[in-house]
């Protein structure tokens, strides 16, 4: 069973990530390197993508001839999809036992000095081989 | 470039999908597979993965021992990302082209959903290898 671990942030989020010393943006890639290692080794790892920072998102409609219309312009409470994991597991609780070491990754406090040691919340949901059955009944 | 194509829509949107009449429904998939056909053949299909409905949707954090706490609450206008394309192109507007393939897409009776689509740049490479999240991204972007 695949599933996708998704990591995502507001743009206050992503801002207060360009703030991070260095120290602890280190710390973080040496994390994630070693997660994506053992994730490997284990044989669970399918996939897992960085996508470019939310400033650089459009949202494209197609207009009434076909032709893309791209709008910039985010409520300030949207959340952007940072980067995600696809894994290939077993089970549900093995997914979220992967989700809640990604989850536990180093960071500083959040909102600078004295702020709080929340962990990064990251959701899980199942990868279809097809369409969702919910959609097609 | 490769970019990332993204469909999302909160609850009560996924809730509207499924009142779609069959027929609908079956004409929006054959238009999905024949614009992916059509991406494989230009040879700018990277990947695509539908995701199961926001129903089945878990948060997780690691609780304070390092084991999983999860939840399924979320707020009402969340977004729930349904599925994805990524696509690797020449140019930002060639991944602009295809999103509004993919807004144009037949709903109820036909009429194009218009549906809007979030477009963003995969940071190649470097995510593949190391790093995952903004990690790569904010390498990039200090370039």
Redesign the interface.
């Given at each position: 069973m695949k599933y996708i671990l998704m990591m995502t942030g507001t743009k206050a989020d992503f801002d207060w990530y360009t703030k991070w010393p260095k120290k602890d943006l280190e710390a973080q890639f040496a994390f994630m390197h070693a997660f994506n290692k053992e994730l490997k080794d284990s044989g669970a790892f399918v996939a897992a993508e960085g996508l470019a920072f939310p400033d650089q998102a459009k949202i494209v409609r197609a207009g009434k001839n076909g032709e893309p219309i791209t709008d910039g312009v985010f409520p300030e409470s949207k959340e952007f999809l940072a980067g995600y994991w696809i894994v290939d597991v077993e089970s549900a609780d093995e997914a979220y036992k992967i989700a809640a070491r990604a989850s536990a990754a180093p960071h500083p406090p959040r909102n600078g000095p004295g702020g709080t040691e929340d962990n990064q919340p990251i959701e899980v949901r199942q990868v279809m081989s097809g369409p969702p059955e919910e959609l097609l009944r | 470039m490769k970019y990332?194509?993204?469909m999302a829509s909160t609850k009560a949107g996924v809730n509207g999908?499924?009142a779609w009449p069959?027929k609908d429904?079956q004409t929006h998939?054959a238009y999905l597979h024949a614009l992916n056909k059509e991406l494989s053949e230009s040879g700018e299909f990277v990947?695509t993965?539908?995701?199961?409905?926001p129903?089945?949707?878990?948060?997780?954090?690691?609780?304070k021992d390092?084991?999983?706490?999860?939840?399924d609450v979320f707020p009402e206008?969340?977004?729930?990302?349904?599925g994805y394309w990524?696509v690797d192109v020449e140019s930002?507007?060639r991944a602009?082209?295809i999103?509004?393939?993919l807004?144009?897409g037949p709903g109820p009776g036909g009429v194009?959903t218009?549906?809007?689509?979030?477009?963003?740049?995969?940071?190649s490479g470097?995510?593949?290898e190391?790093?995952?999240?903004?990690?790569?991204?904010?390498i990039?972007?200090s370039r």
């Open positions: - | 990332i194509l993204m999908y499924k069959d429904i998939f990947a993965q539908p995701l199961a409905g129903n089945e949707a878990k948060l997780v954090r690691a609780g390092g084991a999983p706490i999860t939840d206008a969340k977004e729930f990302l349904l990524i930002p507007q602009f082209e999103a509004a393939r807004s144009a194009p218009n549906m809007p689509i979030e477009v963003r740049q995969i940071m470097r995510a593949e190391l790093d995952t999240a903004g990690s790569g991204a904010r990039e972007r």
